[in-house]
């Protein structure tokens, strides 16, 4: 009994070097592989979308995808039962953002299994398409693999409040300017609900202004000329706001970074030589984002 324990010890150990640690050579052909098949994955959910346009001349075209899609949805099901298996906090790791997108990329296909009878339904169609357009979330799992993309992550955790508050105000404004165009120009020329409306005031705020829904009389011009300038004032404040925090993440990646010889400190997070002396830098092991 205890040498089986052993061995299924043993074994989980190494699929947790190959799934989660990619600094071994091993590990890292292991992520090639992963981010390899991800893209593939959606190259080729993408091609199935437009493979009868694309494919008029070959039978049973889109059968072939779904072959295709089925050795996919095997290859992430392995993958997803053996990171819960060698994860140390096995019950950590599905509720995990990166465990979400997992299981998110995998599920459509055995729902459609379990009820095929969604497929056939006319009046589900919409719930089928948004089961499989679900499977384009396979390309955030190439997040898992970019060691930058923990510095984004950090600096959103930490703007967060600053961000709610800039974009609770931005609500107030949409809401007001919405509400007063509906007032002014009387239910007419699209703004025929509240809702219309603030949808207005979202695409003038932003400057997108797709032309679809317009004011004609002159004070909502000048309502609308006000939001498009207040547009312009605001729409780079949380740009500025981000960019602060990401500023200071990258700094302290850098103070971190110091030469063992020379201790000189603030290189790159990339760096392997000292540039005070020349010496090798010891490889950076941060994990900048929970696998």
Request: charged content about 15%; proline content about 3%.
């Amino acid at each position: 009994m205890s040498q089986d324990y052993r061995y299924f010890a043993s074994a989980r150990r190494r699929c947790y070097a190959l799934l989660f640690e990619h600094r071994t050579r091993s590990g890292r052909r292991m992520e090639t592989f992963w981010i390899v098949i991800s893209l593939l994955s959606v190259l080729f959910l993408f091609i199935e979308s437009s493979a009868t346009d694309l494919f008029p001349n070959i039978p049973n075209i889109l059968y072939r995808f779904g072959t295709i899609e089925v050795a996919f949805t095997t290859l992430f099901t392995v993958e997803y039962v053996l990171r819960v298996i060698s994860s140390p906090r096995k019950i950590h790791y599905p509720f995990s953002f990166f465990g979400f997108i997992d299981l998110c990329t995998i599920l459509p296909m055995y729902i459609l299994w379990l009820i095929p009878s969604l497929s056939v339904s006319p009046d589900l169609v919409v719930l089928v398409r948004l089961l499989r357009v679900l499977r384009v979330l396979r390309v955030l799992k190439l997040l898992r693999y970019m060691s930058d993309a923990g510095i984004l992550w950090r600096s959103l955790m930490r703007a967060r409040r600053k961000l709610g508050i800039f974009f609770g105000f931005v609500a107030i404004i949409l809401c007001l300017f919405g509400g007063l165009m509906f007032a002014v120009e009387g239910g007419k020329d699209g703004f025929t609900s509240l809702g219309a409306a603030v949808y207005w005031a979202v695409v003038t705020l932003t400057t997108v202004g797709y032309g679809d829904i317009t004011p004609h009389t002159a004070l909502g011009r000048m309502l609308a000329s006000v939001l498009i300038l207040l547009g312009y004032s605001i729409i780079a404040v949380p740009t500025g706001i981000l960019t602060a925090y990401m500023s200071q993440e990258l700094e302290k990646g850098r103070a971190a970074r110091s030469c063992l010889i020379c201790l000189h400190s603030g290189h790159e997070i990339d760096a392997k030589f000292c540039a005070h002396c020349g010496a090798i830098l010891e490889a950076n092991t941060s994990q900048p984002v929970e696998k």
